[in-house]
């Protein structure tokens, strides 16, 4: 956790706030945020969820900034991620999600490969739907405008953990969101052996589950809309 607090501390953009979700842990977060010393940060916490949706939701709720920035705990910045995504959105203003590639590292930091993200499309919900997740959270910028505006938030159905954030995008591309991938990696997500993303049986039992209800509202946009839509 400290690790990812600092990399968003020493960005080389530095007009931002940072939320820091504790969800019930047991790891002294109060007290090793205290030590960073740090008035951009916001300490939340809140009972164990059980899952990464209620913290995100929280965080999301106590935003004050234009844009969402999401990191995993885990996971960290390069230091120049803000600035990057910063520059796109004032050069692309017709964006609401941005999300960059990732180096993919294990816990002993070695490096282990790059994690390619996007691509994107003008029948994004159908893509996300027929060929999978293509968006990582840690590398993730959403527009809270956007998401505020749509009333979107991530589910905290226990049949969607694991897969909440693949569900969340799915309902960005239900809105119509415009998504832009920068294929830069701009950040790392460490891959861990430990975590309920390791728990395969139940990442499929609730990726079926997400997908069977989404294909009520595909169903239902394909009686209305063209597939351009889409």
Known sequence: MVRAVQSALSQSFDDFEIL????????NTRDELSKLADERIQYCWQENSGGPAGPRNLGISKATGNWLCFLDSDDYWCEEKLSEIFNW???NKQFDVICHDLIIKDTRNNTLGIQR??????????????????????????????????????????????????????????????????YKELGVYVNSDLGISKNESKILHNCEVMLSRHA???THLRAHETEADL
């Open 20 to 27: 820091v979700v504790d969800d019930g842990s047991t790891d």
């Open 89 to 91: 959105i004032q050069e």
């Open 117 to 182: 993200c996007g691509p994107g499309g003008k029948q994004f919900y159908s893509q996300l739907l027929k060929y999978g997740n293509r968006l990582i959270t840690s590398a993730v910028s959403v527009r809270r405008g956007f998401v505020t505006t749509n009333d979107l938030f991530f589910s905290t159905d226990p049949e969607l953990v694991i897969v909440e954030d693949y569900d969340f995008w799915l309902n960005c591309a239900l809105k119509k969101a415009k998504f832009k991938f920068i």
């Open 216 to 218: 009520v509202s595909y």
